[in-house]
């Protein structure tokens, strides 16, 4: 295996790689030649990972075991179900999509994850993790149903296997008796460390030819003794379980094979010639490791999780004169989050700070350090975080749960009932509220204002700013209820965050802009990101501008005197009009009996692609240019 130590700036040589069209071609190579075209496959990834940036860690580390499973199985005939899909990278380059790959997340480009619609070899579209037991094993039974023969393999990662939702999947499986494949990519974060050369000599004889049909006979032969073949069900249970975590995966059903080396590509081989046409559940456990042949991000696999794209020589912009103070660097609202939960936990010792998997991206690194017996990261499990900090509110904790919108989505029936129900004292952190760029629809944050909005007893509110965003996680940790605060991905706009502590009044609008008395009279109620938008569309236009902060509850006063004092209102959020924002806004003013024109702008009823926020924006008509012509279209 070919290592590196940098990234290469320059297209890799990859003679084998260029003459692969489909993986059907790999079914014809030598060994060598196939360790040769993982070498190959690695430097290509490394290299158009470069240039587009994007996630590639789990993606080297799994390089082996895509080019085995792609010469094993009769792809796409067979079903190969990627979990996640930061670990398809490699899938993609083999199956068609090589020179795609250096416009992957960006506009127009392909999508970050396996996407139905994109190859015949994505069978199944992902962005959240841990489905793909579940998908794999539907198409499993299908396939059974209709008498195909066709296999159909699961890739989960390790981290994916710490959700619930995978193990009712391999409950199911067991109990239903399926030929399925599950293969654990176990990158060396979790579940054993056991791999050596005991465990892979334990691991050829257990998908050995000689051993299945001796097995196999035997069962045979033993069903004919009282108590006999539950002796030797246990004795071999017993046997993998002293070198292997065979059991767990035995008792729901499966037969384990593993853990073998995920970097040796002719085990790799065998192993999955000799399992692919087992029948029943099979359990394959690979040890890889994350950012493999690239040096740095096996240091450091969390930080090389993903990259930006890196500039060639000559791209890079001049440094700034010695004379030229440099700009002072914005914050992103997740460091203002970061900085307040450290805070606000120093003055109250009730704080406790929650997340699913994701202590870096919501930025709890600090407060981790700093107050490790009130943080909790437990998983890719959304649904048990937010009842976890559900059973702490109900002994008068203060929990406060980090979590990305679209991952919410997971958590929403126990915020219904095991928060809202009980109307529990649970503050939501919303992070990566609206478009998020470019890992695309799976992500975007486009509909948490609808499905909070109709929970009874939740305040939901939106800051415009770094500032603002500081007072509104104060004013929802001190509402003695469920309260969200919802905010984007990035940077605000910079303006100076205050070092207190002090709340911003729920439900109180704040009046920006007061347009001019000649022409048709607008009035811009901007909910959280867009009030940018709406601050230069109103300077345009000459039109009103209202921050309107809260979403729920609406500042009514402030709703009713814009009706009174504008010909058009015109409500403005990132999120999809559909229940949103400007939904709430129409039924005040029906249900007060009052009469004026309203438009409402937002995120359209579609999935919105990949690609950077501001092209996405400016797609569905959410940039300046967009919202003044929507505006001057309902004008006289």
């Not at 999947?169 to 067991?174: E, I, K, N, P, V």
């Not at 050369?197 to 334990?202: D, F, K, P, Q």
């Not at 905010?487 to 920006?512: C, K, N, W």
Request: proline share 6%; aromatic share 6%.
């Amino acid at each position: 295996m070919k290592l590196f130590e940098d990234i290469p700036v320059e297209r890799p040589v990859t003679p084998l790689l260029d003459s692969l069209d489909t993986p059907g071609a790999l079914r014809a190579m030598s060994t060598p030649q196939l360790m040769q075209v993982a070498d190959e496959l690695r430097a290509y990834l490394l290299y158009s990972v470069g240039v587009s940036g994007g996630h590639f860690g789990a993606g080297l580390g799994v390089v082996e075991l895509t080019v085995a499973l792609h010469q094993a199985l009769e792809t796409p005939y067979d079903r190969l179900v990627w979990d996640v899909g930061h670990q398809a990278y490699p899938h993609k380059i083999l199956t068609g999509r090589r020179q795609a790959m250096t416009g992957i997340r960006q506009y127009g480009g392909l999508a970050a994850f396996p996407r139905r619609a994109e190859s015949s070899f994505d069978t199944f579209g992902v962005g959240h993790s841990s489905t793909s037991i579940s998908a794999a094993l539907g198409m499993a039974l299908a396939a059974r149903t209709r008498g195909e023969k066709r296999r159909v393999c699961a890739v989960i990662g390790d981290g994916a296997l710490t959700a619930g939702m995978a193990f009712e999947a391999l409950a199911h499986a067991g109990h239903v008796d399926a030929n399925l494949l599950v293969i654990l990519n176990d990158n060396e974060m979790s579940i054993s460390e056991n791999v050596g050369g005991i465990a892979s000599y334990l691991a050829r004889i257990l998908v050995s030819k000689p051993y299945t049909t001796m097995r196999e006979g035997g069962k045979k032969v033993l069903s004919h003794l009282p108590g006999a073949l539950e002796l030797a069900r246990r004795t071999e249970e017993h046997m993998k379980g002293m070198v292997s975590p065979a059991t767990l995966f035995e008792e729901m059903g499966f037969n384990y094979i593993g853990p073998i080396d995920g970097h040796d590509l002719p085990l790799l081989l065998q192993t999955l010639r000799s399992m692919r046409d087992l029948e029943g559940p099979q359990f394959l456990h690979v040890k890889t490791r994350k950012g493999r042949g690239f040096l740095p991000a096996e240091a450091d696999p969390i930080g090389y999780h993903a990259i930006t794209k890196l500039e060639k020589n000559g791209d890079t912009p001049p440094p700034l004169k010695p004379s030229t103070p440099p700009p002072k660097p914005k914050k992103k609202y997740c460091n203002v989050f970061g900085d307040w939960l450290c805070d606000m936990a120093a003055v109250d010792e009730r704080l406790i700070g929650i997340t699913p998997a994701m202590r870096e991206g919501s930025d709890l690194i600090r407060f981790s350090k700093e107050y490790p017996d009130r943080y909790y990261d437990v998983a890719i499990a959304e649904q048990h975080a937010v009842t976890l900090a559900a059973g702490m509110a109900c002994e008068d904790m203060k929990p406060v749960v980090a979590i990305y919108s679209t991952f919410l989505q997971r958590g929403y029936d126990q915020l219904i009932h095991d928060v809202a129900v009980q109307q529990l004292d649970v503050t939501f952190a919303i992070d990566r509220a609206g478009v998020v760029g470019e890992d695309g629809p799976t992500h975007h944050g486009s509909m948490d204002l609808s499905f909070l909005r109709c929970v009874p007893g939740m305040v939901i509110l939106a800051p415009a700013d770094e500032a603002e965003c500081r007072a509104m996680l104060s004013a929802a940790y001190h509402h003695p209820g469920p309260a969200a605060v919802r905010y984007p991905r990035g940077t605000g706009p910079g303006v100076e965050i205050p070092a207190h502590l002090e709340p911003l009044e729920i439900g109180r609008a704040q009046r920006r802009r007061r347009g001019g008395a000649e022409g048709p009279r607008v009035a811009l109620l901007a909910f959280g990101s867009l009030n940018g938008v709406a601050a230069e569309v109103a300077e345009r236009l000459d039109a009103s501008h209202l921050n309107m902060r809260s979403i729920k509850p609406l500042d009514r006063e402030v709703v009713l005197d814009a009706a009174d004092e504008h010909d058009l209102l015109v409500t403005l959020e990132e999120n999809v009009v559909a229940g949103g924002a400007g939904s709430a806004v129409n039924e005040l003013l029906m249900a007060e009996g009052v009469r004026v024109e309203v438009l409402n702008l937002g995120l359209p009823d579609a999935f919105v692609e990949h690609g950077k926020p501001a092209e996405l924006l400016g797609d569905c008509g959410l940039d300046a240019d967009g919202v003044e012509t929507s505006i001057r279209a309902r004008l006289p």
